[in-house]
């Protein structure tokens, strides 16, 4: 067991608790033992912890360690052309047609070396964690092979022996399907037996698949929540990020962590996901990269009372990004939400998204995954655009 620290002076951002909406200026906050064990007023810090070592943190916003709830941070190759492709008006979808867009960093990942997806994976993971993460998902979806998603997963499973930081896999088997084969048959023969396998061998969090035209149906995708179902596994979704699948409403029914990107999401996807507690994930470095016109119903799912997250969905095709930070901003500038709804949905409602209990907030017993920030104001890590400077990252009571 660690020794206690004591934190006084903090500036505790308004995730203290799940439901406070407010700043708390000088507050205390001890962990020992990798958990939060008090958070308020000097005055009130238990006998217990009178002697622990104190640190001030003169007045520094301190906020719970970031989570990033999205990701497909394993990968090889670049993507690079084809942004100047669609800088110069190719569409995703028809590059994508054409067999580039995913299928080409399949390619790239098929070739690479469980070594060479390593470290590329851990080159981004430093970024992600330079700027507060202590908490990252990260999914499969470019083997579209058994052997090669079972890799990915692997390798997103090492980032954990490698780094302190906490990953939560996901298996993306259905995330596209390659061109010799039809979706049907690639579920049959490749993804569901994948998801056996990596399941099996204690590889997966979570399941979860790309619903759209592009993708698959929702009857396809249906096929792979009922394994998952079977497996004991829950599921999310790739949703309405180009059109309306209907997709939220699927993944509500099956009591899904997270419907994600939304953008296309109607009022009926809107109000299944509120009955079933199924978290919004936005990903506006997605739209951004894409230049997408259509918003999320921000305000739908705010007054239906919908847990929004915020996540990179860093991936080398629409949103090659490692800034939390900057998501956060890009979540105010353009869907609309405030500094204080950003920094739930990379915390509090980011941890529900994954299905994790014990983080996000800085409730007594939650773990100690902190980011203490060089600023004195929350709302700077939302304001500025993806600069905010980390002091101090604690992870489970470590200072590292
Ligand atoms: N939607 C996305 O934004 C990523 N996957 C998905 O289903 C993009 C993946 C890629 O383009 O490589
Ligand atoms: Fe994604």
């Not at 070739?111 to 851990?122: F, I, R, T, V």
């Not at 099996?200 to 979860?208: C, F, H, Q, R, S």
């Not at 014990?358 to 409730?363: K, P, S, V």
Request: hydrophobic share 40%; aromatic share 6%; with cysteine.
């Amino acid at each position: 067991m660690s020794d206690p620290v004591v934190l006084t002076d903090c500036c505790l951002a308004p995730t203290v608790s799940a439901s406070s909406a407010s700043y708390a200026q000088k507050e205390t906050l001890a962990f020992e033992g990798g958990v939060i064990v008090f958070v308020g007023e000097e005055a009130s810090l238990p006998r217990d912890y009178a002697q622990a070592p104190r640190r001030s943190v003169e007045g520094r916003v301190v906020t719970p360690g970031l989570i990033d709830c999205h990701t497909h941070l394993v990968y090889a190759g670049s993507r690079a052309r084809e942004f100047e492709m669609r800088l110069t008006g190719a569409s995703y979808e028809e590059i994508m047609r054409a067999g580039g867009g995913i299928f080409s960093t399949v390619e790239a990942t098929r070739a690479a070396g469980e070594d060479e997806l390593l470290e590329s994976a851990l080159s981004r993971l430093d970024r992600l964690m330079a700027g507060g993460v202590t908490t990252v998902e990260v999914k499969s979806g470019y083997g579209l092979d058994i052997e090669t998603e079972l890799r990915m997963l692997r390798v997103a499973r090492a980032l954990e022996v490698h780094r302190k930081v906490t990953v939560r896999t996901t298996f993306l088997g259905a995330h596209a399907f390659p061109k010799d084969m039809t979706a049907d048959d690639y579920l049959t023969h490749i993804c569901l037996p994948a998801l056996d396998q990596a399941a099996n061998e204690g590889l997966v969090d979570a399941v979860d698949g790309f619903c759209e035209t592009v993708g698959f149906s929702r009857k396809q995708i249906g096929r792979v929540f009922d394994r998952a179902k079977a497996l004991d596994l829950p599921v999310k979704l790739h949703a309405e990020q180009m059109s309306d699948q209907k997709g939220a409403m699927l993944a509500a029914n099956h009591r899904a962590l997270s419907a994600d990107h939304l953008e296309y999401l109607c009022a009926d996807g809107v109000a299944a996901m509120a009955e079933a507690g199924t978290v919004a994930v936005l990903l506006p470095g997605a739209f951004y990269a894409l230049g997408e016109t259509q918003l999320p119903p921000i305000q739908t799912l705010r007054d239906a009372g919908v847990p929004m997250a915020l996540a990179t969905d860093c991936n080398p095709g629409s949103s090659p990004t490692t800034s939390l930070l900057l998501i956060m901003n890009m979540g105010a500038v353009l869907f609309g939400l405030t500094p204080q709804e950003c920094l739930k949905g990379v915390t509090v409602n980011a941890a529900r998204a994954l299905g994790l209990k014990d983080r996000g907030t800085f409730e007594v017993g939650m773990r100690a995954d902190i980011a203490i920030w060089d600023v004195t104001d929350p709302a700077e890590l939302t304001y500025r655009m993806g600069d905010a400077p980390l002091k101090q990252r604690v992870f489970g009571g470590e200072l590292c």
